[in-house]
């Protein structure tokens, strides 16, 4: 069965710090990979996707991610944090075969607090 | 750009009511969802919808159906409310080609009393 795993449920960091959000996936086939982030009171806005090729992906707002099959992991990272990051981010992989066409399945999400 | 449209981003309903929650997109999506986030929880999937008239239960479609009459417009329905749906509600669209990613909605979060 699919499931997606974001172990971490709070994390702080200053502004200006790296950042990682950590991601853990399981699907049977060729997994399509997502993460959105949503400010409080909002809705989901997509960051980045992974379907294939170039395992590091490049999204909005600087942010990255690298697909590693081997580890299951689909991590977010950003180089360095803006307090306008401070959100809650979400992982998802999307199943597309059969009568799952188009669905995703969501982590818990990670809710990110920036210092100043 | 894709845009989502939920009709209420506040509502407060009575135990035992009747509750609709409208979503509409204009980007002339086939594949429309509806889910519900707690917190701690997630999102998880209550019904989705491939194309007009059709549709599919999630993970928790207990006390709730939906309804699509017209392809921009998917309804959640709840029969008889009751004060564990209180949640956040977000819809979101989907052009089904290919693996093209969700697009939602702001939500809407409703109240039960």
């Known amino acids: 069965a699919q499931s997606v795993t974001q172990p971490d449920i709070h994390i702080t960091v200053s502004e200006g710090a790296s950042l990682e959000l950590r991601c853990n996936y399981s699907?049977?086939?060729?997994?399509?990979l997502f993460w959105y982030v949503q400010s409080p009171g909002q809705g989901l806005q997509l960051l980045l996707k992974?379907?294939?090729?170039?395992?590091l992906v490049q999204g909005i707002k600087g942010f990255e991610a690298e697909f590693k099959r081997s580890q299951s992991s689909f991590n977010l990272r950003k180089p360095s944090v803006h307090w306008s990051d401070a959100a809650e981010y979400f992982c998802?992989?999307?199943?597309?075969?059969?009568?799952?066409?188009?669905?995703?399945?969501f982590g818990r999400g990670t809710q990110l607090t920036v210092w100043p | 750009d894709v845009k989502v449209t939920q009709s209420s981003r506040y509502l407060v309903k009575r135990t035992g009511e009747k509750v609709f929650l409208e979503c509409v997109q204009d980007?002339?999506?086939?594949?429309m969802f509806w889910y519900r986030q707690d917190p701690g929880l997630g999102l998880r999937l209550i019904y989705f919808s491939y194309d007009v008239k059709m549709k599919e239960k999630g993970d928790i479609p207990e006390g709730y159906s939906v309804s699509r009459e017209k392809k921009e417009r998917f309804s959640l329905i709840l029969e008889s409310a009751s004060t564990n749906q209180t949640s956040m509600y977000l819809c979101?669209?989907?052009?089904?080609?290919?693996?093209?990613?969700?697009?939602f909605g702001p939500g809407t979060r409703l109240t039960v009393l």
């Open positions: 980007m002339d999506h086939e594949n």
């Open positions: 998802a992989v999307g199943a597309f075969g059969g009568s799952t066409l188009g669905r995703l399945y």
């Open positions: 699907y049977g086939a060729t997994p399509y």
């Open positions: 979101a669209s989907r052009a089904q080609s290919s693996y093209n990613e969700q697009f």
């Open positions: 992974y379907f294939s090729g170039d395992t």
